[in-house]
């Protein structure tokens, strides 16, 4: 269980989040979008739940533990991930590269990434894993990355590099997946076909994913259940038909009365 | 003849601490302290006016510019040229130094003087801008290391050249035209001896330089325009300023400030060839205690190295050379992003 | 060209010595006069034993070597060089005078390269035993000696150092290849010590302050001169400040003193540093609140002290040691070598008086060439390595500057010179007046010449022991 | 997997070890060097008056295996340190002391120790590095390397300025005798003991250049790649950052150690100008950068022209209007400029293909007219660059019209 408890934030004078507390099951494979007019609060809420930022007030524990007590690779190990609004892929590496080292940590198995890892690693090279191989073929497979996996990263056009970022996310075998904004920047044909590759893995790996997304057809589509931000607060939390009776929230997310 | 150099390290360490009371005692006599705080001031003074140019460039362009202290190492020969020439004994073209103290010529004499360094420093200037828009320019948009590996080459050219032309004998100006200065009553006034009123111009030009410099930055419109290209180059852009003037421009200043810092030590000192080393060592510590990036930062670290280094010349002489140092590595470790940093925020 | 080029082997470095002069005295330029004098002082310059001169009843022995190849290490870049000009100027002239009376025992030339040791000196030493050098020279820095000290033993070639102060070089060391010729420290400290004994009294000495350079030489001198005036003096050390080399900025040591008001006060500062220092303590009235100020080296920076200075310091404020040699000794007029020496130094290309650095340059090759010649006496061939390094132990030489003798120890000793520093406006250059000479046993721990077992004491034992 | 032949895509490769397969360009450039290195004695002898010696290469050679070291944060981890000599100077002092102090003889047990001592010297400093990436990493490991110099210099134990030698000062034994020992032979005497410790090192060299090859290729090297790329995402893909970092920042002080160790083997005296100050540490990094820092040989390359080349460069000599000026300092910038503007790649990297020198090569044997348009167009980037540089200076003294 994944557990916000009266988060508060501010930036200066700024209060980005103001008491907001929401949970989220284990590996429920549920799928919860974040939605909110600029400035809500929403990547803030996401970074706060990462542990990126500490709260001013109030907690976030992940299985009954506090993260801000954990490491960045503790929180993974225990399989909280999260992706960047920014996309955020091993520019100078090939995709087959990004999903290897995104699958460095399954080596947990193999002795951690601790001292003896470092030490291990010295001493093996880094496509020696015939397991890890196939797995990065899977992923390549399922995010549909087949036909580029030996390109560097920083040529692919950016769909595929949003996709990569993503598949490194699950590479990590998450129980939590906490996506901010997947599809922005996106073209408007590859933003469908993103987003439901990612609801097509999620459902398949049973993980529970927090997406943070504008687009509200999407999230009507594909949301079991939505958070509604607005001014740092919780303005409504429900499934996604939420989007059509609360007319309020409509104003506030198009801009529009009707 | 073969000591444990353990042994000899802590008997070392043993006479270090009973020195240190010993000098602290001596540093708190009233005038050593007045009188090795001016004396820190005026070295402040001077390496504010070499770090304000280095964060300066660091902060607008993002440039570690390595040959800095060479540039203040220049400042220091030319003015020295143009010293000699101006107001030498015997080559004087505009006046020589007054025998005597007398506050007409005396006075003049200092305003002679202070013209010189200014024609000095001004030499200076289109070699900053050869600088950065022959070398420096092209390489803006590349990795940082490229720019650490193009200032320190222009740094070993400048160094060879100046060799070249000056030769490896330091250069001064006669003691005459620093007697003249010295020949007038400023610190001896307030009952204070053991200042030389070379002290006090040092001190009093460095001090106008320096407020020019805030009140440049903060009043005038090319120097808003600076500060505007230092937080936004694109919003800057879209305003239609030129970045690339104003690049040129603070890259510029900067030779000005370092060639007049150089220009102004001369007139109590004598240029030489390790000058510009020690002083980019020395405003590398400066520029990361104030902060990087920050002008507030430069002066504050400055004063602060410099009257730090004056006192522990009294206190411990052995470790002059290292306070600096140990500073600078305990602001890092305390507070990273200096005393007035703004540059950790950035992305 | 003249018509000494078309000169014969045949003829005796005596005739051709004698040829010479008579051309000189047949003109009037500079240039000729100069030679005359140079000619006349090399003959005493090599005339350490006088039968060494050989070939003089034209009956010389044939060496079957016509010339040998020289290295010089010296500071030619950067600050120090300062004294490495004056060193290298000297070591060119003991050639030139050994080369015009017709070469090392009348028949074998010598040649000289200089290279600076400045950057990886060691390399460039290797690079001249690489390149089969006879015989090497220098270096000035003490850190440099140190290091070159260990290769000189290696490579089995000897060098004469021109300086390289530390006291502690030889010391416990048995050296074979590794000679010095001039500045021991223990010496250049002492002569100070008792030249401010002489002028100030030890009753008038309760404390003494220190300016030194902030690195190993400094602080060697530092240490010796403190161990010195207590055990001479009964004073007290009230302030020791070791600037940076090259800092230019004396300002809170000045300060310091002002306020300790230190009867005597010692800086080893040479070269920029020592004038700088001079002109900075003057603007800030340094000279008023002490009885004298005393540096060993300040007049290796003679080009460089400020005239105001000297004139507007009371006489006898600043005193200058000279180490072992200075010009004005023997006084003009009264050695030929000597006023031929000072003649021709000063038309030289940027000197304007040679300095002890000049001697130690000039003194370093006649050493050898010196010592190469008793060799040749003895064994009427050109002695090897081993044979050099072994005739140089003991050796004793004159040169313009006076008699030298370089001990079992290998290090040389000669009388050490300090005095008042006064400007001289005729030469345009400050001098040393009131010379006080202190003979080689007064200021060192080792008898001149006297075989003693070696090092039995070390320098800074001896100095603990007065 | 066994050292062999293979052919690849129609391109032989040869197969050193496994992972490790080189073109055939590649092996002979290998190849060649090693036997230019180890036949240095002999080069340098027949090179007679040529400025080719043997130890400024040597120190080439150390000096660049340090700065194989440093490529490791540089080139993988992204992290630009300033202070390298820290490391180079730990080692060098570690063995000078345990000669000169405790009598240590043996140059294996001293290499030994000068790895032990850079270490801890590495963690130490490394542990207070890990939070800085950037300018400020930069700042710090100079000042911690500046510290360190300014401490050991004013340390009359460690012979202040002056340095120590390496030896052992024992009384009643001869100077040759105090020097360190190799597998009990004695390293003193010019050419068979230099020529000896020169294959010793030599043999260091390669053997900590294939360990090197598989820290890079290793996941633990990925890992590096990783946090230089994007740190923030290694991060969150839970890598351990700080932890990798550090043992980066150890592992290249650890090169940087035995450099210094075999530097007062060879050298036989440490003083801290040469190992420790400031620019001896920019120097480490120069070298990386002149070779090539995105190639695991080019650090050691550079370390070596870069040496010959300051050796060579000295020589040269103009007279001024202050008299006779060595203009070593210059060459040695203008080379530096040059590898900045045409060469970014470095040595190494501009010969491999992709690189400069390699596809003009390849572009002036297909077309040897192009050569005609690269003179033209690098006068006319010079004459723009002047025009530009006019144009400002006139600009900043009278103003924009």
């Not at chain 2, 007049?260 to 060839?273: D, H, I, K, S, W």
């Not at chain 3, 260990?150 to 416990?172: A, F, M, P, S």
């Not at chain 3, 074979?176 to 008792?194: G, I, K, L, P």
């Amino acid at each position: 269980m994944l557990e916000a408890d009266g988060l508060k934030k501010s930036f200066g004078n700024i209060v980005a989040t103001d008491d907001v507390s929401v949970q989220f099951g284990k590996e429920d494979g549920e799928m919860v979008f974040i939605v909110g007019p600029n400035g809500a609060g929403k990547s803030t809420l996401v970074n706060l739940l990462t542990g990126l930022l500490e709260p001013d007030e109030g907690a976030v524990t992940l299985d009954g533990q506090d993260i801000t007590t954990m490491r960045a690779d503790q929180r993974v190990h225990e399989g909280l991930v999260r992706s960047f609004q920014v996309v955020k892929v091993f520019e100078e590496m090939t995709v087959r590269e990004n999903i290897r080292t995104a699958l460095l940590i399954k080596r947990k198995k193999t002795g951690g990434l601790g001292p003896r890892a470092i030490w291990e690693g010295l001493f093996s090279l880094d496509d020696e894993h015939e397991a890890i191989e196939r797995t990065i073929d899977d992923l390549v497979e399922q995010f549909r990355l087949d036909d580029v996996e030996e390109a560097i990263a920083e040529e692919l056009p950016h769909g595929d590099r949003k996709l990569l970022d993503v598949a490194m996310s699950f590479a990590l075998d998450p129980n939590y997946l906490l996506l901010d904004e997947p599809t922005s920047g996106v073209s408007a044909q590859e933003t469908d076909y993103v987003i439901e590759t990612i609801v097509e893995v999620s459902e398949s790996q049973n993980v529970t994913t927090v997406t943070i997304e504008h687009d509200m057809d999407l999230v009507k589509n594909h949301a079991d259940r939505v958070i509604a931000l607005h001014q740092g607060s919780v303005h409504g939390e429900g499934p996604p038909t939420m989007l059509e009776t609360d007319q309020e929230l409509r104003r506030l997310l198009l801009g529009v009365e009707e | 003849m073969v000591t444990s150099s353990i042994a000899l390290l802590e008997a070392n360490s043993v006479l270090l601490q009973s020195g240190i009371i010993e000098g602290l005692q001596n540093l708190l006599q009233p005038d050593t302290f007045i009188v090795q705080t001016i004396n820190g001031i005026r070295f402040g003074f001077i390496l504010f006016l070499i770090a304000a140019g280095l964060t300066v460039i660091l902060g607008i362009l993002d440039v570690l510019n390595l040959a800095h202290g060479e540039l203040y190492a220049l400042g220091a020969y030319v003015a020295a040229s143009v010293g000699g020439f101006l107001v030498g004994e015997g080559t004087a073209a505009i006046m020589a130094p007054p025998s005597s103290f007398d506050p007409v010529t005396s006075f003049a004499f200092v305003g002679v003087l202070i013209l010189a360094a200014l024609i000095s420093a001004l030499i200076l200037v289109p070699i900053g801008v050869v600088m950065e828009t022959v070398f420096i320019r092209p390489i803006y948009e590349r990795d940082q290391v490229y720019q650490l590996v193009l200032t320190f080459a222009l740094l070993l050219i400048i160094a060879n050249m100046i060799e070249f032309i000056w030769g490896s004998n330091p250069q001064k100006l006669d003691l005459s035209t620093k007697t003249a200065v010295n020949d007038i009553p400023t610190f001896e006034l307030l009952g204070l001896s053991g200042v030389p009123s070379i002290v006090t111009l040092i001190m009093v030009v460095s001090l106008v330089v320096g407020v020019g410099l805030f009140y440049f930055f903060s009043k005038t419109k090319t120097g808003r325009i600076i500060r505007a290209t230092a937080i936004d180059r694109e919003m800057a852009t879209a305003l239609g300023v030129s970045p690339d003037r104003t690049f040129t421009l603070v890259f510029a200043l900067g030779a000005f400030l370092a060639g007049f810092g150089g220009a102004m030590e001369l007139v109590r000192t004598a240029a030489n060839p390790g000058m510009g080393e020690s002083a980019l060592v020395l405003s590398f510590v400066v520029i990361v205690v104030g902060g990087l990036g920050s002008l507030r930062g430069a002066v504050v670290g400055a004063l602060v190295i410099g009257v730090l280094q004056n006192w522990m010349t009294v206190v411990e002489p052995s470790l002059e050379s290292a306070a600096p140092f140990a500073v600078m590595v305990i602001v890092l470790l305390v507070k990273p992003e200096g005393l007035f940093g703004t540059w950790g925020e950035r992305t | 060209m003249t018509d000494e080029d078309t000169t014969t082997d045949e003829r005796t470095a005596a005739e051709k010595r004698s040829e010479r002069i008579s051309v000189s005295e047949g003109s009037t330029t500079r240039r000729n006069v100069l030679k005359a004098g140079a000619v006349g002082a090399a003959t005493a310059a090599l005339a350490g034993c006088s039968s060494l001169l050989g070939g003089d009843d034209g009956d010389s022995v044939n060496i079957d070597q016509d010339e040998v190849s020289a290295g010089l290490l010296t500071f030619t870049e950067g600050a120090a060089a300062i004294l490495g000009q004056q060193a290298q100027r000297g070591a060119e002239m003991a050639v030139e005078w050994i080369n015009d009376a017709g070469g090392i025992a009348g028949q074998t030339t010598m040649s000289l390269e200089t290279q600076d040791e400045g950057s990886n000196a060691v390399d460039k030493y290797n690079q001249f035993i690489d390149d089969g050098k006879d015989v090497t020279f220098g270096p000035i820095s003490s850190g440099t000696h140190e290091e070159l000290f260990q290769e000189i033993e290696t490579n089995q070639v000897v060098n004469v150092g021109t300086d390289g102060t530390v006291t502690t070089l030889y010391e416990g060391e048995d050296p074979t290849y590794s000679f010095r010729f001039q500045n021991y420290d223990v010496m250049e400290v002492m002569a100070s010590v008792f030249e401010i004994l002489e002028r100030v009294g030890a009753d008038n000495i309760d404390t003494v302050a220190g300016v030194n350079p902030g690195y190993s030489f400094g602080q060697d001198e530092m240490g010796i001169f403190e161990t010195a005036i207590d055990r001479l003096a009964d004073a007290e050390t009230v302030y020791s400040g070791f600037p940076d080399l090259g800092s230019g900025d004396y300002a809170s040591h000045i300060s310091s003193i002002n306020s300790e008001e230190p009867d005597v006060v010692f800086s080893s500062l040479w070269g920029g540093d020592a004038s700088t220092f001079l002109d900075q303590a003057f603007q800030r009235d340094m000279f008023d609140n002490v009885q004298a100020v005393a540096g060993p080296v300040f007049y290796g920076s003679a080009d460089a002290i400020s005239e105001d200075v000297v004139k507007g310091v009371e006489r006898g404020k600043i005193l200058s040691g000279s180490r072992n040699y200075y010009w004005g000794i023997p006084e003009p007029g009264r050695s030929p070598d000597s006023d031929a020496l000072y003649d021709a130094a000063t038309g030289q290309d940027g000197i304007t008086v040679p300095t002890a650095h000049y001697m130690s340059g000039f003194g370093a090759v006649t050493a050898w060439a010196t010592a190469v010649e008793a060799a040749i006496d003895i064994l009427g061939e050109f002695p090897d390595q081993e044979q050099i390094a072994a005739t140089l132990e003991g050796h004793g030489f004159y040169t313009p500057g006076g008699y030298y003798t370089m001990n079992v120890d290998h290090q040389c000793r000669g009388n050490g010179y300090a005095g008042v520093l006064q400007w001289d406006d005729n030469i345009g250059a400050p001098v040393i007046e009131d010379v006080n000479i202190f003979s080689a046993t007064q200021i060192s721990p080792s008898p001149t010449g006297a075989l003693t077992s070696q090092n039995e004491q070390t320098g800074e034992g001896w100095v603990d022991s007065l | 997997m066994t050292p062999g032949i293979s052919r690849e895509d129609g391109q032989l490769k040869i197969r050193i070890m496994k992972g490790m397969e080189l073109t055939v360009r590649e092996t002979l450039g290998l190849v060649a060097g090693l036997v230019i290195l180890f036949n240095l004695p002999t080069i340098t002898t027949l090179a007679g008056d040529l400025p080719i010696r043997q130890r400024p290469i040597y120190r080439g050679i150390v000096f660049g295996l340090a700065a194989v070291g440093l490529n490791l944060l540089l080139r993988h981890s992204e992290l630009v340190s300033f202070g390298h000599a820290a490391f180079f100077g730990t080692g060098a002092y570690t063995v000078a002391v345990l000669v000169s102090d405790y009598q240590v003889k043996s140059a294996t047990v001293l290499l030994v120790a000068a790895i032990v001592a850079a270490t801890l010297m590495a963690a130490l400093i490394g542990y207070f590095t890990l939070p800085h990436t950037g300018l400020y990493f930069a700042l710090i490991t100079l000042a911690f390397g500046q510290l360190l110099f300014s401490i050991v210099k004013g340390q009359r134990a460690l012979g202040g300025t002056d340095g120590i030698s390496v030896r052992t000062g024992e009384a009643g034994v001869t100077i040759l005798e105090q020097f360190p020992t190799l597998f009990g032979i004695q390293l003193t005497g010019q050419e068979v003991p230099n020529t000896i410790l020169l294959w010793f090192t030599l043999v260091v060299v390669i053997i900590s250049m294939l360990v090197m090859y598989r820290i890079v290729k290793s996941p633990f090297g990925r890992a590096l790649d990783a946090i230089g790329q994007e740190r923030t995402r290694a991060r969150f893909l839970g890598l351990p950052v700080k932890r990798y970092v550090w043992a980066a920042f150890i592992i290249s002080g650890i090169y940087g150690g035995i450099g210094g160790g075999l530097f007062a083997l060879y050298f036989r005296s440490v003083a801290p100008g040469e190992t420790l100050q400031v620019f001896v540490s920019g120097d480490i990094l120069y070298m990386a950068i002149l070779g090539g820092f995105g190639t695991l040989t080019g650090p050691l390359i550079g370390g070596i022209v870069l040496e010959t080349l300051a050796n060579i460069a000295n020589e040269v000599v103009f007279t001024g209007p202050a008299g006779e000026t060595q203009m070593g300092r210059f060459i040695t910038g203008a080379v530096l400029l040059l590898i900045v503007f045409v060469f970014p790649k470095g040595i190494v990297g501009s010969l491999k293909p992709g690189g400069r020198v390699f596809e003009g090569a390849k572009t002036l044997k297909n077309d040897p007219t192009v050569a005609g348009p690269w003179f033209r167009q690098f006068g006319q980037v010079t004459v723009e660059a002047a025009k530009r540089s006019v144009k400002n200076v006139r600009y900043l003294l009278f103003g924009v019209k």
